[in-house]
Structure formats: C-alpha cells, structure tokens
C-alpha cells in the first residue's frame, strides 16, 4: 500500500514552539502547570501531566510555582495577577496572537468599536475580550449575528479582527456586512498555518493515487474536524484519534492511503497511525517483518516539507 502525507499537516509553528518550550522546562526540573490545554489534544495534555506538569483551567487552582500560558494566550489581567500571586510565568503566546492584541489596543485607543470575528467560547477570543469594557466589542461568528446589530451606534468607526485560526473566505459574508453598514476597517489577522493544512488535504483529496484518507486529530479540535470536512468531499475518509481507533475494514481494496493531522496533533501521533496501517496492510497481504521493511523504503512519500517558519 502506498502511504502519503499531506505536504503540511499537524503542529502549526506557534504550537510546536510551545510544546518545545514546556518540554524544556519540564527536563530542567520546572514543575507546574498549564492555563488550559497546550493544544487540544487528549494525547499532549497525558504527555505533560506525566513531565510533571498539569493543565488546570484557572489560576485560582494553582498554588504557587510556574504557571504556562498557552499558544493561544490570555487576557493581559491574567499576566498581573499571576504576579501578584507570586507565580513564575511562562508566556508561550504565540507572536501572532499578540499582534492581534496589539491591534486591538490600538483601535480601542482611537475609540473605535471593536468586532472580533470567531468563537465567542475560543480561549484565544476570549483572550481578547475579556478584560474590555462591555459595550466596547461585538465577537461574531454568523452572518445574521451582523446584522441584527445596529452599527449606527458606533458613528467613530468599528475595527474587525479576525481569530487567527479562521478560514476567512468563510466569514467574507460577515466582514461585508458589518463594511455596508459602518465606517469599518479590517486588520487581516489571519494565520495560514491552518489555511497551509486544508489546502494541503485538499490537494491530497484530488491526488489519484489517493483512494481514502485518515486524519488524525484530538476529539475537541475544531481545525481537525474542518480538515476532515474537505478531505471527505472527494475521498472515504476517517477521522482518528490516535491507533486504537483505526478499523482494519477501512484498508480493504485501498491501494493508496492518504495520512494528515490537524494543527494540535503530535508527530509521534502521525507516526504511530502510520505505523499501525502498515502492520494491517501487511497483514493483510501475508508478508513478513522483513518483507514490509524491504516494500516500506521504495513507497512511502513524505515530502518532508513540514516544517514551517514563524512568519507571514
Ligand atoms: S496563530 Fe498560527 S502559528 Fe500561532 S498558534 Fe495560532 S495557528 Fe499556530
């Protein structure tokens, strides 16, 4: 059987930075624990719990020692009060996510309206809004969110803001409506990190070589799902969570199987499912150890172009 991945799949550059940061940490004997999960993903928060560093989901749970805030960040107060509790921080908020921050600060200084475009329950977003002003910021994520509100009321102009994990062809609709209606200016707040992923499944998807796809991603990951979505549009494909749920019956009459992960995915997630197709596939087949090792180097195909800068 053929084994492909996609040309990017799984950690975005923030994500891997961070993951690499609190391993450091943890083998330098640093003990503490993460503000909400690193990634979403059942695997990596196991991971840290076992490198002595648990995830709790408030500050008011920790006592003392180093608390991490994630890629995703947090509201600014979180940064003072951590420190006026005495606790050693570890910022690894992605530099991304603090230019949307930044941005944000900007417009509410010049008085503008603020509209931050996402899920109102994403950290990330909350992040942003937490410590405003009620009143001061809209987070929408529908169209018809836009337009129930009454943007007359905002006569100095209004900012919109992107989360950055967004695919903004998808909110086109939204950003247009809130323009038509107000004196509104965009900051292109977008990261392609995910944008690199789904295009890469979709070119995956089109490739004839390819007659079904696995896409392995941890059960609360939005971007998993949506790669998912777009690999399932043209080829049987299976979303897995880790080894244990790949079906042997998904393999049968599958010549070319096409691997790829989602941004909060590990590599040694990858490399694990990868790992387990091949004994199925051998199994099925009837070959030995030797025989697999021998077929293994002439097919498998990874560009080995997976690695991305932390740039735009
Ligand atoms: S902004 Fe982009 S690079 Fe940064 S954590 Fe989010 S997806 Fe990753």
Redesign the pocket.
């Known amino acids: 059987m053929l084994l492909k991945r996609a040309e990017k799949y799984g950690f975005?550059?923030?994500?891997r930075i961070?993951d690499r940061e609190v391993k450091k940490f943890a083998a330098a004997g640093g003990r503490g624990a993460i503000l909400g999960q690193l990634v979403h993903n059942e695997r990596v928060v196991s991971e840290m719990e076992e490198l002595g560093v648990r995830t709790v989901e408030s500050l008011d749970e920790v006592e003392g020692g180093t608390i991490v805030f994630s890629?995703?960040g947090v509201p600014p107060s979180f940064l003072h009060t951590a420190r006026r509790r005495g606790l050693r921080v570890l910022d690894t908020t992605?530099?991304?996510?603090y230019d949307v921050h930044d941005d944000a600060e900007r417009a509410r200084q010049l008085g503008l309206h603020l509209v931050f475009i996402g899920d109102p329950e994403h950290r990330?977003i909350q992040g942003y809004t937490r410590d405003l002003e009620p009143g001061t910021y809209h987070v929408l994520s529908a169209l018809s969110e836009a337009e129930k509100v009454d943007w007359s009321q905002y006569p100095q102009g209004v900012r919109i803001l992107y989360q950055?994990?967004l695919n903004a062809e998808e909110y086109e609709d939204v950003a247009r409506a809130i323009e038509s209606r107000a004196e509104a200016t965009r900051t292109d707040t977008i990261?392609?990190?995910?944008k690199e992923n789904q295009d890469a499944a979709l070119r995956l998807a089109e490739d004839p070589e390819i007659d079904a796809i696995l896409v392995i991603g941890g059960r609360h990951s939005a971007n998993t799902r949506h790669l998912w979505e777009t690999c399932s549009r043209l080829k049987p494909s299976y979303l897995v969570h880790g080894v244990e749920d790949i079906e042997g019956e998904w393999l049968e009459g599958v010549s070319g199987l096409g691997i790829t992960a989602g941004?909060s995915t590990p590599d040694y997630l990858v490399e694990e499912v990868e790992e387990r197709v091949r004994t199925l596939a051998s199994r099925a087949e009837g070959l030995t150890d030797g025989d697999r090792a021998g077929r293994e180097d002439s097919r498998r195909v990874d560009t080995g172009e997976n690695q991305s800068a932390?740039s735009r």
């Open positions: 975005c550059a923030g994500v961070a890629a995703h992605c530099p991304f996510v990330e950055t994990t990261c392609y990190a995910t941004a932390l």
